[in-house]
């Protein structure tokens, strides 16, 4: 039986795509071994459960993990670093102190680039699943080129990037940024699109509704609320339609900037937004199934803009069309789908304009963007699909930059 060891920060009980991707895994024959850290996505709060070192060690579906301590991340850039920081040498320590040889070592890296830094420390392939490009995403903390810290943490990237036998990509730009700026060759690069679960509701009777207004149009947005994310255009587009007391938008998420969201929609004083706050994933597909349109927002302030979202696969599972506001691969995917209307970045009055014309489609034109999004997550974006590509990355079957 081959050995895997994945290095992720955030695992189960935390709740990331990693988790089923562990599972698939031990279920296509691999034994999986995870080191992670302690869980306190997204509230910055470890549970007093994993405190005093209890449960550093457990079994989740026949993967075992063992946790390793880390500063919780709690708020503010400090700790945050600290969190970072204390999760990348910890586990650099259990890594190199087990001695276990492993057939491949699975980076899931999200932020930080850091956490590729345990991984070195094991015997096996090692295979990075790049999904936020470094040193990029520090922009997003206000650190630029004119600060210094940005290139010592250029530098750092560069060197973690370079120092894996492969680093597979979840959007297709990634490649021209990791050459570009971390002279990461393209023979050591693939593109593996993320997955998504199946967001088709099985059984649609006798639910308890969660959306209101059942006679309105239900445009949903859902998932992390952050500065990325650009839910202020949202806010702002629905305030300026004309046709605004005619629909609805549901917010279903959390995130660092859901706060000021509540308040420019209270300034803005819109009665069509309505914040739902983080909901159990189980009641996701539920929500899609009430909604008549799924809403996707990206700012384009650096080249984090060009990412694809994980919720662009789930939006697409769950047959509904979309409305975006974005650039970069995100709105290739949805031209080429035929699944939806895309309009430029934080372009609000574009947006606002678009709204009012997903009114004035018919229920076949709408059934139709929905069947054509349906039918790409279907041939792109499954969990069999992702699983059967990352299997053969791992066997070194997948050896160019395609």
């Known amino acids: ?45 470890i ?22 301590s880390t500063v919780a991340r709690k708020s503010g850039p400090i700790f945050r670093a600290l969190n970072y920081l204390s999760f990348a040498i910890n586990a650099a320590r ?27 420390k094991a015997t096996g392939r090692k295979v990075v699943y790049c999904m936020d490009i470094w040193p990029e995403a520090v922009k997003a903390m ?17 060197n973690l990037y370079n120092s894996v036998d492969k680093v597979a990509v979840s959007s297709y730009s990634f490649i021209d940024y990791l050459i570009d700026e971390n002279s990461v060759p393209l023979n050591r690069m693939t593109y593996l699109p993320q997955h998504s679960d199946d967001m088709i509701l099985a059984d649609s009777d006798n639910l308890t509704k969660l959306l209101k207004d059942d006679q309105k149009f239900h445009f949903i947005f859902t998932g992390n609320i952050g500065n990325v994310q650009d839910v202020e255009t949202i806010i702002r587009a629905a305030s300026q339609a004309k046709k605004s007391n005619e629909f609805v938008i549901d917010i279903v998420g959390d995130g660092s900037n859901y706060s000021n969201m509540q308040f420019l929609a209270k300034k803005l004083k819109s ?44 939006y697409m599972s769950s047959g509904r069309p979309i409305l975006a506001a974005l650039e970069g691969d995100s709105r290739k995917i949805i031209n080429e789908a035929q699944c939806g209307k895309v309009v430029h970045a934080s372009a609000i009055r574009e947006l606002a304009d678009e709204m009012d014309n997903f009114l004035n489609y018919s229920k076949t034109e709408l059934a139709d963007m929905g069947k054509n999004a349906r039918n790409y997550y279907l041939n792109n974006f499954t969990m069999k699909e992702f699983i059967t590509n990352l299997i053969r990355i791992f066997e070194g079957e997948i050896e160019n930059g395609n």
Do not use: W
């Open 1 to 45: 039986m081959k050995r895997i060891l994945i290095v992720s920060q955030y695992f189960y009980p935390d709740t990331f795509k990693i988790n089923e991707i562990a599972v698939e895994l031990v279920n296509a024959g691999y034994k999986v071994d995870v080191v992670t850290g302690l869980p306190d996505y997204p509230s910055g709060i």
């Open 47 to 68: 549970p007093t459960a994993y405190k005093k070192g209890k449960k550093r060690n457990e079994n989740y579906r026949g993967v075992t993990i063992h946790r390793v």
């Open 94 to 120: 259990y890594i190199k102190s087990i001695k276990n040889n492993y057939d491949n070592v699975f980076v899931y890296q999200v932020s930080p680039v850091t956490m590729i830094y345990p991984a070195l």
């Open 142 to 158: 206000h650190i630029n080129e004119s600060n210094p810290i940005y290139g010592i943490i250029h530098k750092i990237s560069s």
């Open 271 to 314: 009665k069509n937004i309505v914040f739902h706050g983080r909901q159990p994933y189980s009641l996701m597909a539920q929500y899609y199934y009430e909604s008549d349109c799924c809403l996707l927002t990206l700012r384009n302030d650096n080249k984090i803009g060009l990412t694809i979202p994980a919720k662009l696969q789930a």
